[in-house]
């Protein structure tokens, strides 16, 4: 958020003495250029409303000056129907809302669609997620406030954390109200009337409630925006497609990340983009409360280290997890397909986007020097002239720090999904014209960039490739995980006996499985072992030695299971 915060400085430290704080952000957002006043965070230079207005507590002086810290003065209000919520709002003026009132005597229907999606967001954040309630500003008129203004198209609303929470220990905790639209009719706003009302009141909503978990001003990421500003987005798109599914309002900021998928993970030009991760990780690992569990530790950690520890408390890796997501990104679009995507309104996504020195066609050799930015990810694509046999051989100092994977998209075959992290020489095997070729690199350290090379060789002699186990996913394996434990395995012929057994460290066999023969063939191939397997027979959690018999050839490797 840092193009705004820097005109914002420069107009408001200014001009802005006198001002209530309200006013002096509605005249901020006023008086920015066109393109930058409903597309300032974005990069596609689309004409459209900001989705979202907060300004951290620690930047106040310098961001809104001599402006004084007041709410907005409306002259009516409505309490909703459970009480949590004031609705404060007029009839009259530029701020007025249409007067018709069929719901509730003398309460413009508005309001009470507007009371109507805060009580809503409320039991599903409070009742089913179990959430926190947010703090009271007030014991004497506790309700969360909601101020219905006209922002005249240059934002969907602006929560404002107003007063320090003293009764935790927590360092930046804040009570908060809300300032909304009093119409969603103006062209700045993609989703319009009662459809972007009930959205925007789920989005800030939530706002609401994060404030008073933390908001961390400093988590020493750079480009993060305003410390864990990008985290609080993340979770707030995720929660409006939650609450309001059918509405999609969130695919018109996709463009941010899909458009530029190479940027860290915390990038605040993503924070309206990446909603769609979090619900990846909620669906892939079964945990609904998982966004919960993330916010209960940000209550002592930043917004990073809490989302690591969640995912690894589940038998998982970000770093990981993140190149899954990317990979799976690929499916969107006029390429989606239902049987590899999880997102169900992906065919209104936008299509990854891939540079020119990311992106070629293979004919003998294709290679790649290329750098992967900090936690982030970069993708490649490659299609081919032929009908090839094909190796990738990755070069880096860090390899550790990478995880690697591929997608091999055939249309007239099943795709090919596979993630390695130590191996570096990696047999595809047989590509055709109609084929594409996905690599997403992943670098999991934090403060450097690392470098690496690729390099995609056509095979002459498939013979030359040996048989071997490529990699084992997931490794540790939890049976919590809807997902089998899958084998990767390179051949060069077809085989005529394979079998796979599982000891402990004793040396003794407790599980073998003999899979057909025939339905493997030359190159990469995957064999599955759905948890059920290991549960009955009661596989215990620990250390094992995995091993694959292939027509004589022992090959063994080491895993652990978590029960």
């Known amino acids: 958020m840092q193009i705004i915060l820097l005109i914002f400085i420069i107009f408001i430290g200014s001009s802005a003495a006198g001002m209530d704080s309200f006013t002096a952000v509605k005249h901020y957002l006023q008086q920015l250029p066109e393109n930058q006043q409903r597309s300032a965070f974005f990069t596609d230079n689309k004409t459209r409303a900001i989705k979202s207005f907060m300004v951290h507590p620690k930047n106040r002086q310098k961001i809104l000056g001599q402006a004084v810290l007041q709410r907005p003065v409306l002259p009516a209000s409505y309490i909703s129907s459970a009480s949590h919520f004031k609705i404060h709002y007029t009839v009259e003026g530029d701020s007025a809302v249409n007067p018709t009132s069929t719901h509730v005597p003398s309460v413009p229907d508005y309001v009470w669609e507007a009371a109507e999606a805060a009580e809503y967001s409320y039991r599903i954040l409070m009742d089913t997620l179990g959430f926190d309630p947010p703090p009271v500003d007030d014991v004497n008129d506790p309700q969360t406030d909601i101020y219905i203004i006209n922002w005249g198209g240059s934002t969907y609303a602006y929560t404002w954390p107003e007063d320090k929470v003293t009764t935790t220990a927590r360092p930046e905790d804040y009570t ?207 299609s081919f002239t032929g009908r090839h046999y094909v190796n990738l051989e990755i070069t880096s100092e860090d390899n550790n720090q990478l995880v690697k994977s591929y997608l091999l998209d055939k249309p007239l075959l099943s795709d090919l999904h596979f993630q390695f992290s130590k191996e570096t020489d990696i047999f595809i095997g047989e590509t055709n014209p109609d084929d594409q070729l996905l690599i997403v690199l992943t670098n999991s350290n934090r403060d450097l960039a690392v470098a690496a090379d690729l390099n995609l060789e056509v095979i002459e002699n498939i013979y030359d490739i040996s048989t071997q186990i490529l990699f084992i996913y997931a490794n540790p394996f939890s049976f919590k995980s809807q997902e089998p434990l899958t084998v990767v395995f390179q051949i060069p012929d077809f085989i005529k006996k394979i079998s796979v057994n599982l000891y402990n460290l004793r040396g003794q066999k407790i599980f073998t499985k003999f899979p057909n023969p025939v339905d493997f063939s030359p190159g990469v191939n995957s064999l599955t072992l759905p948890a059920g397997e290991f549960k009955s027979r009661n596989v215990s959690s620990g250390v094992y030695i995995l091993q694959l018999i292939i027509d004589g050839k022992i090959m063994n490797r080491k895993i652990t299971i978590l029960n």
């Not at 038998?315 to 499916?331: M, P, S, W």
């Open 176 to 382: 908060a109200y809300t300032v909304i639209d009093n119409n969603y009719s103006e062209s700045g706003y993609v989703t319009k009337g009662l459809d972007g009302l009930r959205v925007t009141v789920a989005h800030e909503f939530f706002h609401v409630v994060q404030l008073g978990y933390n908001w961390w001003h400093s988590n020493g990421l750079s480009g993060s925006g305003q410390g864990d500003e990008y985290f609080l987005e993340w979770s707030s798109t995720w929660f409006e497609e939650r609450a309001y599914p059918q509405t999609n309002d969130y695919v018109q900021y996709l463009n941010d990340f899909f458009y530029y998928p190479t940027r860290s993970l915390w990038s605040e030009y993503y924070s309206y983009s990446l909603g769609p991760f979090l619900y990846f990780l909620t669906k892939t690992l079964g945990e609904e409360t998982l966004v919960r569990q993330i916010w209960e530790k940000i209550k002592t950690n930043y917004a990073l280290q809490s989302l690591t520890a969640v995912i690894k408390e589940h038998g998982g890796d970000l770093t990981a997890f993140y190149n899954d997501f990317i990979r799976v990104c690929y499916y969107t679009g006029s390429r989606y397909d239902p049987d590899y995507s999880p997102f169900p309104d992906g065919p209104d996504f936008p299509e990854l986007d891939f540079s020119d020195n990311c992106q070629g066609v293979l004919e003998n050799s294709l290679q790649f020097q290329s750098a992967v930015n900090p936690f982030a990810a970069k993708p490649f694509l490659i």
